[in-house]
């Protein structure tokens, strides 16, 4: 077991070792790529690393489902922190090639949609093929197997390679989010500007009781921020839900409606809760009004003194 | 200060002093009717007696506004015990009195659209005249000032009358709710059958908030069976809710859904938590999934592990 | 049959003959006092009378029962206009009466309430008896059975009596809604600040199921003004909901949520749409987005373009 | 332009080209295999096809993204039918080849959580790589770039090929869900066993409106069958929802509730009416009381006569 070791979705090159090295303790960690989110995963659980870095949400993609999958089944493991990393994209070539003499281009398939329009204005007439990762792109490029690859503008160095064009990117704001997933432990205290993790199954087999779960936090004032449904496995119309909700499970209000989905629900999962990325604890609006730590301390107060004949 | 009198909406004679006399204690108290609901709630208030006993809703008419206007202000009361008391008439005459000689009736206001269908088909021509009570009008009668009154039979004898009709009611069903109030105090230990009875006045001057106070109770699975609107004398458009909850207040989903309340409401009153009247625990239907005691319990558990990190 | 004669809740020199007498067109209608509201409403239904008016909500002491019940049952009739009057007491005496010559005092039982701190403060031993309306203890007092009444004070000269004291009423802002009722027929068109008033009954038998009465109105944006359960006589714990909801049944919100309540419960009376008073359509707030008629009549338009296939 | 040519995900012999099979009106159509999904879409768009079978949602894998994107944007399409294909794999070999001697598999990435139990079990040294589709991965064990692949048994002899092992899935019931695609027009009539397809954005940038939304289908009774939440392209927090609700564009609980989410969705986009697979109209339930076409109609006559003064 190394609790020094941190382990991410590999190759090196990719914007997962880009998000990665953003986080402070990166530099004193040793960074391992592992093939696969599950591999990155698995390397925690057993002990191998002390967490992984992989990416969870795209803003052009969706949701990356191995990593909701891997984290809604299987040894409990739990986010502790996230990155958001704008997603651009270079074209990146052998030294001295020209863009007329791209005829091949390759790149993960989730770069595709994110260039398509790049490639339709400037190289029509290049033959997209996938590799497993835009850094395994970069790699068959410099192998002579393609002419030309999309990923970070920070892999050209890695492989030897020269970025013909950079900032290449279909949608504004592209982004993409990453979890820093460990072993379960107690989670940071809260700093203000948290948000909280849960993967909940419905107790019965008709989305339609989705209502009911999202009024468990509704009634307490706690807005979501993200709700993914995934298959169970047990059939087409089986789902469970992927939520993010606003605030830390040590607020009062949104450990209330933890419990409230305990409660009517067959399984739910807690994956954390943890700094938001990209926000500070001043831009966070107010909670509404009475739902704050204070208003349930006075509203608890008050419930034991009616207990006790004192109203 | 007597532990021993429990005073009622008098007179005597009054389907209240029946009411009151269903109550085991009763046998062992100083009964004292009083001129009015305030005046019973007052001697309670003062110390003058141990507990009261008003009626607060009947089937036909609808809620005491007198009972459910002082438990809402002034000093806090709180409700121990309720009583159903089913309300049937009989037509009071002086001894000898034909019904063909009856041309003045008189009784509460509350009882004339109880008795009027009977009226029109028995006694079309006879005039009606409220009295204070019910058992006033028998009074009236036997000073000769009226020729008949509607009562209840039990009051015949108190004042020298006689039944000449019986189980006089326009409607089946008909059925008045008691009260018995004290000091506040702790309630008394849930029974498997109990109700819990509070007052919330609205943060908004808006009813549409209404949705908002009910689903604080819907979320938590707890049945409402009473929602009584009062005005709070702020003017035409302001209201409070005098509100009947099935269960205790010690039960987790109660207490829980009463902090809610507490939270977003300017002002709760918690009335008490008593045994329902005319129910036995085992005709109550069991809680909703997930919002008995255990599952409470089970879910304050399981957070307070993940709060700790042991998922 | 008279289209020319309006009832109203006598006798003559009560506050709903006050309010009557607000209405412009009752300076063109014979005006005749009833001696109850079923009284006066049932010279409308018989064809004796175009209308009347009836006193339906009090700021103290709240729905005027007698008006609910007549309205949600038997032969149906339709609300056309209400009125808001403010209530203030005067104390009226015979000519030439002291303050310190009153020893009895009398009036409406509704009007005790509204001058009981009053009368603690000015009049502390002097003895209240009900009657059976202001204006009748006013008459009381004309014969000498009292020594003073509380009354509007425009029934003084009605009854040869003075007013000794004016402007009385424990509560700020008190005041009485009075209805206009007629039979049925088209309401008039709304005019941008108006009110629908229904009774409503519940297909369940416990009233938690209100909360899905008031989805209805929540989901299409209507706001609710009034919400008062009554008795349904079928015995405690059975009740109808009589509603105000700001908006008029031609505007679409209304019609869908009325029609969604027609729905789902087992009976829905309307009671009409009029004018709201004292509110002039500029104070009226816009409708919530998404619920103006350009809105319904859009998404109509929308649906009846997919259903033909032309998204 | 042709009207008999229907597109699909192809290359031939992939579970896409066996569910488009299923279709009897598959047997007159030229079936022409395209290079992806937003190719097979664009074809129909374009009028070379009439329709085009994509994949929309896998039991294992959770939604195609592809596909739902492409029905989210662009120029418009309707879905005209589902289709529900039961997954499972065979290991394709070249003739001859016996298990020990794979040493190298290949396989569409979403084959590989499907059948990554079973290589564990019985070829765990197997190195995995992912093919473009499965039917590709055939085509490349053919040309013997690698020893075996994953594919539907069928696909067997269309590449020269031998099932080695067949019924190979890692979880029960998997199934894909398939739809039809064609330009806008009139939906089928309904069957009685229908669903409705729309994709809808929310008016705020907070999930927290979902609740809202979910609403307009809950309060007229219209269950949904899935909720599928994609990124708008606009930054991570933002989102739309693919959503299939149960029943027909033309029941009026399903129209109503489209329209209540056209006025208060800034985009919603219809998607179609068309019969459930796999379902008969006698297994569907019926609708909730209150909900029925007759149920509306009922309502909306006497709304009507409401309007008239018809009551």
């Not at 999958?69 to 704008?86: F, K, Q, T």
């Not at 290449?168 to 982004?175: C, K, M, R, Y």
């Not at 209502?211 to 469970?240: D, H, K, W």
């Amino acid at each position: 077991m190394s609790a020094t070791r941190y382990t991410y979705l590999g190759p090196e090159g990719t914007f997962t070792e880009a998000a990665l090295r953003t986080l402070p303790e990166a530099a004193t960690r040793e960074l391992a790529p592992m093939v696969s989110v599950p591999a990155a995963l698995d390397a925690v659980r057993s002990g191998e690393a002390a967490a992984a870095l992989v990416p969870i949400e795209n803003s052009v993609e969706g949701g990356v489902t191995a990593t909701l999958d891997e984290l809604a089944s299987g040894e409990p493991l739990m986010i502790y922190r996230e990155v958001l990393l704008p997603i651009t994209f270079a074209l990146l070539v052998r030294p001295g090639t020209e863009l007329s003499a791209v005829k091949t281009v390759t790149g993960h398939p989730v770069a595709q949609p994110q260039v398509r329009n790049w490639l339709r204005a400037h190289l029509p007439d290049a033959v997209w093929e996938s590799a497993a990762s835009n850094a395994d792109g970069a790699r068959l490029v410099r192998d002579g197997r393609y002419d030309a690859a999309f990923a970070g503008e920070f892999a050209a160095a890695r492989y030897g390679l020269e970025p013909l064009v950079t900032e290449i990117h279909d949608a504004q704001n592209a982004e993409t989010r990453f979890v820093l997933v460990g072993r379960p432990a107690r989670p940071a205290a809260p700093t203000g500007a948290d948000k909280t993790s849960v993967v909940i199954w419905q107790r019965d087999d008709h989305p339609g009781a989705l209502l009911e779960l999202l009024q468990e936090f509704a009634v307490r004032g706690v807005n979501l921020m993200l709700l993914q449904s995934r298959p169970t496995g047990a059939g087409i119309g089986n789902y469970c839900f992927a939520i993010d909700a606003e605030g830390h499970i040590s607020d009062r209000r949104v450990g209330e409606a933890l419990t409230g989905l305990k409660r009517i629900c067959p399984e739910v999962r807690f994956l954390g809760s943890y700094p938001r990325a990209g926000v500070t604890p001043g831009e966070v609006s107010a909670p509404r009004p009475g739902t704050s730590d204070g208003d349930f301390t006075a509203a608890s107060d008050w419930l034991a003194r009616c207990q006790d004949g004192r109203v």
